[in-house]
């Protein structure tokens, strides 16, 4: 089975790369743009899609400061 | 007295940290993957890129062999002191509160920095040269450099360990370029025996090579406590 | 018959003009090949061993004009880096080399993997990385695009260098207008090693084992070399960037580790880093330099990518790769140690008593040349150099309006690019892991590291493009002579040089002329100050089809050594109260100056004629005198004259000064307050301290340090600027950095 986790910094929390792209897209042009953050991406193949939750708590997200949540894809649920 | 300064792939600053060590007492490298922590008194987790910084700082090197005995080691009372990279590690175990999080500025910053000593009764401040309160002599001159510094914890977190007494160094008035929550420079765990800073002491041991020596007085702290029995 | 005879379907001469060769050169490799067309392994091997980059072709017969012998020398050119030594058993390992085309395609990451590549040729011959300078050179910061470039480069210079645990202690940056299509990005490294411990590439040994490690290899920088160092940057620079090569910090700090605690075991009999044509070029000058053979199976490569071609794996790029040769005992030991460090390895090859190098593929033999041919007889060309009689750059902007005051002046050369505080800029490196930095950037004129015994090492990179384009022989002679007049300020004495010659299109006439000259001043400054090269880089074709060539930039990279460090030099006024003189055979004038930039002006034709004597006597006498502890302070005059020297000397030192300069009539008051040229110094300290350099060359008090505004006057002129005022305009590079 193939996942996808998605990691975001929780609400509220300074993101300065973020700001520093939503200041960057006007002066390329483009308008109307607003609340932009920066996450991470990891992708992973599992046998066993129950242990994802913890692999996130564990080690690829850091709970205190971000917030995940997790795709499975190939049709699976 | 023994320092044991851990040693992962990727630390850059451990044998700066060994060297300064070794001004106080003896030191001794420990490799990532050993569990013995080679009768340490107390164990300096060093600055650097762990790991590459790989996922997030600190992140892999959490789980270390090595760190595992850190954590019984500081659970046993044993002194833990986390500098930069190490402090990013010992958040990322848990041993202290709260996260480190990119610069406010977004870039890697080397600076000499002005810290304020917020509590000279730690195991980690105790030499701190102390004057009156406002005197000159009260501020650390100690190196930063980091992209990952801004300290950060959730508002019950920052509320509980203001009222605990846990903050042990703040960035002067003007010195805070990472954006760290309340000025917080290094923060100690409930207990006491457990230490993090963002700024690098180990390189503020020399007047010649780091234009002070301010540092120096962190890691004799430590040996008084463990010389001294923690009295 | 060699299996690797032509099949119809081979490639021919529209593939070699396509790689970067000349139909003749073609024609010689057809020869070389004893009569038959190469195959494709063999035609990418000959085009990037016979690509500018790689060869020399331009440039060799030039460089072979240069002293490179001395006494402090131990590895001269030739070796992946040279090296000198500095007392105590030890010798300093240090070099220069160019990343300028892959960083204007990907600054970071061109920035990056330059770092990485100059720090294996550092460890590739045994010694430890223990600092990185930088030299940089982009269009004028008014452009997004230069803009864009700059903090790309800096931060993949810093990403690299810090997360591999080696300090940039130093650096320069010029902002200009013929950098804006061809950027430069030099990086410059030292190392420490002990003397007998130093390695060289030779391959030996038939039967020795040839041992790959480091990174797995992928499509990284494929036809790099020849495609983008030997050819004009043109239009569609975003096709370029499949071929840009990714670096990773954290991987070359685990094969640092592991390829010093192999030579520490004693397990190599010779190592080499893998940079530009990869495979190709660090196998083939191992087997040259060993005059031995070797046999190469890529199928043992370790890959990262799927279905790669035998050519791909020999020209790949990929980092954080080593290349070495072990007697067929150690092999296990050599790869039991490249596990413990998290390091791939695989034996791919032998030394052979052939001289050819084999390339097989499994068991089928994908290619085979003779060694010479790849290596030695790539054909050298013969320069035509032609002085121009035009001006070949477009005079720049004015930014400083005419009948501007002294004050007016002051203050926008110290807010202009080339002058400007680059605080914002090293504030992104960390100058001080590995504790052995006693003057961090701003403190000095050089950097100063300190050795085990008590003494130091000083190390400065520096080269003022404009002015070798007004002149190219005294410009680059004014280069060499600035370098070891910052060595001179921190009380060291020059042991030896580096070189990255960055200039146009040789074949171009006035080009040639400028590659000529300027390696003409280099060699006659560097036999007067006895300061041999012992390597360095040459990076040609710097120019835009439509935008002209870049400025010639010989720049020069120098070590000296001071014996104690805790006499280095500063550079702020330290005392109030202190004598502050002028010291030297300082002869300013306005030509090519910093001023005459800001006003619009022309390149002049030529520039003024420098008494080497003069200023190296001035520069044994400044050295003297810092490490007796005879002065406070000590500054060499760079661009923006005079008083910008002051200007820096107060911002250092956070103190201002009182000074007068020449009395009323005695000539155009901008001349002695902006001029320019070598062999001029500013000092502070005790009436005494400072007085005793008169003895060795001419020194004139000006006045006194202290207070909180600089004062200068000169003829009837008073110019007045408080510090505030002074750190308001010095600070303009911050909001390149927002």
Redesign the interface.
Known sequence: MRARVLIRPKAG??D??GE?VERALPALGFVGVANVHIG?LVELDVEDPSQIKEMCEK??A?P??EDYEVQLLDGGA | MKFGVLQFPGSCDELDALQAARKVGDAELIWHSERDLKGADAIVVPGGFSYGDYLRAGAIARFAPAMESVIDFANGGGLVLGICNGFQVLCEARLLPGALLSNANRRFTFRQVELEVADHNTHFTRACTAAAPGGADERLSIPAKHSWGRYYSSEETLKAIEENGQVVLRYAQGQNFNGSLADIAGVRNEAGNVFGLMPHPEHAVDELIGGSADGLEIFESMRLSVEGAYV | MSESAQRPDGPGLQDALALGLTAAEYELVCEKQGGRAPNQVELAMYSLLWSEHCAYKHSKKLLRTLPTEGPHVVMGPGENAGAVDVGGGLVCAFKVESHNHPSAVEPFQGAATGVGGILRDIFAIGARPIAVLDSLRFGEPSGEHARYLLDGAVRGIGHYGNSIGVPTVGGEVYFEGPYEQNCLVNAMALGLAEREKLVRSAAAGVGNVIVLFGARTGRDGIGGASVLASAELGEGGEDKRPTVQVGDPFEEKKLLECSLELLERGLLLALQDLGAAGLTSSAAEMASKGEVGIDLDVAKVPLREDGMEPFEIMVSESQERMLCVVEPANVDAVEALCEKWEVNSAAIGTVTATNRMRVFNGVQLAGDMPVKALVDECPLYDLEPVKPTEQIYAPPEATLAQGASPRQALLALLASPNIASRRPLFEQYDAIVQSRTVRRPEQADAAVLALPDGGALAVSIDCNGRRVAADPYRGTVGAVLECAANLACVGAEPLGTTNNLNFGNPEKGHIAWQLTESVRGLGDACRALGAPIVGGNVSLYNEGQASGPVYPTPVIGMVGRLPDASHSGRLGFACSGDTVALVGPFAPSLAASELAKLRGEPLPDGLAEIDIGAVHAAQFAIRGAVRAGALSSAHDIAEGGLATALAECCLAGGMGADVRLQEAGEGDPFVALFGEGPGGFLVSGTPNGVSSLGRRTPTRVIGTAGGSSLQITTGDLTLSATLSELAEAHGALAELFG
């Open positions: 929390i300074l300065p790369q520093a991470r080690l690829l850091n205190l400061v």
